[in-house]
């Protein structure tokens, strides 16, 4: 039974509709070929109702501590979905028609009406046609809420006021839904000068051990960053160390990953630009951190600091056991106007070509075989996967590959992967699923896409007679709950 059965007091069939024409299949995404779809059938009943662990998030952890209202659709489900706002963008519309919030002083009014930018998303529906948003979002629609039409211009208000109802419900709340979404743990992504306070509140209120922070240093390790000198001022407040020093910001960095992990931490989060990871001397590190702080700065100088400090997080990675995430090579805010009037995060990252192999040599030379150490890996350039990230992860014990990531959580994109890495690496050196979304009612439909693509992908297997059935059960349970368990649990200190 859906959120909106619970809610409404209503019955909504296997199919997904009642009273209407829009049914969404049970075979969705299975493969086509009836005897391998009977065997994903069976593979996808054994784990389509595991708990979700859901380790990489971008759900502000704001919405947990608050517990209040989404609001309206338009807030839930469009505004924050940069997936969604980028096709209605790339057909003409403009962030401000579809709800997203201006900064100051940028000359543009976002539309405040959210019956007219549910409207708009309605009327462009059908631009998502085989995209994976559609899957998530019709996921969303019929299960989540119990939508029984589809959207369009004409039935627009209708399906609003029927989210609407499900929304103004007090079960329909943030703490509420991690319960009717199953989702067992869930990490939240903050800077690396958080105070935590609010992670704290929610342990004090038993949820500590349900929605973990995530460390996110990025903005402290980039010299080239417009607001670098503020953010390690704040760097350094947050852990009460001078940070005008290159030693004192080692120190509030380590300072800060230790009370990250007392609060529940699990990993930190890294999204720069390569994957160099080439260590400097101390002198060299200090000079070039000093003439940051001067204001001089070199593109060269920064990308050198870089490398530099990813290494350095490794080495306080084998120390606390915190697990890094690397996901590098994208050009962020690749329209500078865009960025200028509406800030970061807002559809213009673009992927770009990236080698892995010489980029994290130094740091898995010096930590791929630590007892303590634990990277994983992902990237938007498959070309990466059967070439360098399955036979990195096939020998280095140190390092996972993630799902894949962005533009390639998708259908097909999926089974590549699985195709590309698995003849190396196998599938135990991969995590299993982990989403990446800032859209809280897509984690759901995003875990229940990847189960259904894996459980066509070991179907498929079974029916070469390359694994027993048994196998793939217990290699789906693995994808789709244990694997991002172990990735991320605690290290023996």
């Known amino acids: 039974m859906s959120p909106s059965d619970q809610v409404l007091g209503t019955s909504v069939e296997a199919g997904g509709a009642t009273g209407g024409d829009w049914v969404l299949h049970p075979d969705r995404a299975l493969p086509a070929e009836p005897g391998v779809r009977a065997l994903a059938r069976e593979i996808l009943s054994a784990v389509s109702d595991l708990p979700i662990v859901s380790?990489?998030?971008?759900v502000p952890v704001e919405w947990f501590v608050e517990n209040g209202s989404f609001g309206n659709p338009a807030e839930l489900l469009v505004v924050p979905d940069h997936y969604l706002v980028r096709m209605l963008v790339s057909q003409g519309?403009?962030?401000?028609?579809?709800?997203?919030?201006?900064?100051?002083?940028?000359?543009v009014t976002a539309e405040a009406d959210p019956r007219e930018i549910?409207?708009?998303?309605?009327?462009?529906?059908?631009?998502?046609?085989?995209?994976?948003?559609?899957?998530?979002?019709?996921?969303?629609?019929?299960?989540i809420f119990g939508v029984t039409q589809r959207p369009s211009a004409e039935t627009a208000d209708a399906i609003y006021d029927r989210i609407q109802a499900v929304v103004d419900s007090p079960d329909f709340r943030p703490r509420a839904l991690l319960d009717t979404f199953g989702i067992e743990v869930v990490s939240t992504t903050d800077p690396a000068w958080s105070d935590l306070a609010q992670h704290h509140r929610l342990a004090a209120e038993g949820l500590g051990d349900r929605v973990l922070p995530t460390f996110r240093p990025d903005a402290v390790l980039t010299l080239t960053s417009p607001t670098w000198i503020a953010d390690v001022a704040r760097l350094g407040e947050a852990a009460g160390v001078d940070t005008g020093s290159y030693a004192g910001y080692l120190?509030?960095?380590?300072?800060?990953?230790?009370?990250?992990?007392?609060?529940?931490?699990?990993?930190?989060?890294?999204?720069?630009a390569t994957t160099d990871t080439t260590p400097l001397s101390d002198a060299e590190a200090t000079r070039l951190y000093a003439d940051a702080l001067a204001g001089r700065v070199t593109p060269e100088g920064s990308t050198a600091f870089a490398g530099h400090m990813m290494f350095q997080m490794a080495a306080m990675a084998a120390e606390d056991h915190l697990v890094m995430q690397i996901h590098p090579g994208v050009l962020r805010d690749h329209d500078p106007a865009i960025a200028a009037a509406y800030g970061p995060d807002k559809g213009y990252d673009i992927p770009l070509a990236i080698e892995f192999a010489h980029g994290l040599r130094p740091l898995l030379n010096a930590f791929g075989h630590h007892p303590g150490f634990r990277?994983?890996?992902?990237?938007?350039?498959?070309?990466?996967y059967s070439r360098e990230l399955a036979p990195l992860a096939g020998v280095y014990p140190g390092l996972k590959l993630g799902a894949p990531w962005w533009f390639l959580d998708a259908p097909d994109a999926m089974r590549r992967y699985r195709e590309a890495v698995t003849e190396t690496a196998g599938f135990f050196n991969t995590t299993g699923f982990v989403d990446d979304t800032r859209a809280f009612c897509s984690i759901p439909a995003r875990h229940d896409l990847?189960?259904?693509i894996d459980a066509g992908y070991l179907a498929r297997l079974v029916?070469?007679?390359?694994?027993?059935?048994?196998?793939?059960?217990?290699?789906?349970?693995?994808?789709?709950?244990?694997?991002?368990l172990e990735a991320y649990a605690e290290l023996a200190s």
């Not at 990277?375 to 990466?384: G, L, M």
């Open 450 to 452: 990847a189960r259904r």
């Open 93 to 107: 519309a403009t962030p401000a028609e579809l709800g997203v919030p201006t900064r100051t002083g940028s000359g």
């Open 118 to 143: 549910w409207r708009r998303f309605c009327a462009g529906w059908h631009l998502f046609r085989g995209t994976p948003t559609r899957f998530w979002m019709e996921t969303e629609l019929v299960d």
């Open 463 to 484: 029916t070469e007679h390359r694994l027993d059935l048994d196998e793939a059960v217990d290699t789906a349970t693995y994808l789709a709950y244990r694997g991002p």
């Open 55 to 58: 380790m990489h998030g971008h």
């Open 251 to 272: 120190e509030a960095l380590r300072l800060q990953r230790e009370r990250f992990k007392a609060a529940g931490a699990r990993a930190t989060d890294h999204g720069l």
């Open 375 to 384: 990277a994983i890996a992902f990237t938007i350039d498959e070309d990466t």
